[in-house]
């Protein structure tokens, strides 16, 4: 059994294409001016993104329960789960929580994989764990193999706007304004613990996509060996102007996917992250 927050934006063409079945998601739910969003399959995107553009207050999110976990957890003698980060959210601990009540009640192989990133990432973890699951290999390689590939992977992200991080209390009013004004486009990074980073300012988006470009070119990887996933927030035209400038690095696939309610809450509407 493969189980996954929410934040891990794996399309329905991509699942058709995985051929796995034993998956389940547990959804977040997010709360604008007392409203409730579940984030799942059922989520009114446009309804949802309305509501955040309309609202002068924070949004609220709320992570899966243990119990939300644990229901997935005990339906089979073994589970691999992925969740966010765990510096940006809840969502680890509760899946540990439910992990060591599981194995209280039942004989059970449980491994909690913390994807230091988001979106993307948790798109990418997710394809390598099918991938190594698929080998045949032992429960104990899967999991090294998988915690290799999280501590080598790298995530990038940037805004169209700024009003969430400014409502959320990430950014003072002052320096959101002045950027805004400015169109000052930050590029953001996910740093080796999880936690998100500024990596470069530049001004407006066409130049930030090509700063940006320019960065994952100068990262000093095998590229030929990697999948890169880019997540967007209704911004399909950026997510394929930034596949076309990194087709030149020759990635093993990259894959384009669209956000769910709770990356759209992080990144904003029409954002874009990219995890290789």
């Known amino acids: 059994m493969i189980v996954a927050d929410s934040s891990c934006d794996v399309s329905k063409e991509l699942l058709d294409l995985i051929d796995y079945e034993e998956i389940e998601f547990v959804p977040f739910k997010i709360y604008v001016d007392g409203v409730e969003f579940i984030d799942d399959e059922n989520l009114n995107k446009n309804e949802f993104v309305n509501a955040m553009k309309n609202s002068p207050n924070p949004i609220r999110t709320s992570c899966p329960s243990p119990g939300d976990f644990l229901n997935s957890f005990m339906k089979s003698t073994t589970s691999f789960a992925i969740t966010i980060s765990k510096e940006l959210s809840g969502a680890y601990n509760a899946a540990m929580t439910a992990k060591d009540i599981a194995l209280e009640q039942k004989d059970k192989f449980i491994h909690v994989f913390n994807s230091k990133s988001a979106s993307a990432g948790e798109v990418l973890v997710f394809l390598k764990l099918i991938e190594e699951i698929k080998k045949g290999i032992s429960n104990l390689e899967i999991v090294e193999n998988v915690e290799k590939y999280i501590a080598e992977m790298k995530t990038y992200f940037i805004s169209e706007d700024l009003d969430n991080l400014i409502k ?10 002045v950027a805004n004004i400015l169109n000052i486009k930050l590029i953001m990074k996910a740093n080796e613990f999880g936690e998100i980073e500024l990596a470069e300012k530049a001004r407006g988006v066409g130049k930030a996509f090509k700063r940006l470009a320019e960065i ?12 890169a996933v880019i997540s967007h927030a209704n911004a399909f035209e950026k997510a394929l102007g930034l596949k076309d400038s990194l087709k030149k690095l020759k990635f093993k696939d990259i894959i384009i996917v669209e956000t769910n309610g709770l990356s759209t809450s992080y990144v904003n509407d029409g954002g874009v992250i990219i995890s290789f």
Request: hydrophobic share 30%; net charge positive.
């Open 216 to 227: 994952i070119e100068n990262t000093n990887v095998n590229f030929s060996d990697r999948i």
């Open 168 to 177: 959320n209390g990430r950014m003072s009013k002052v320096t959101g304004l």
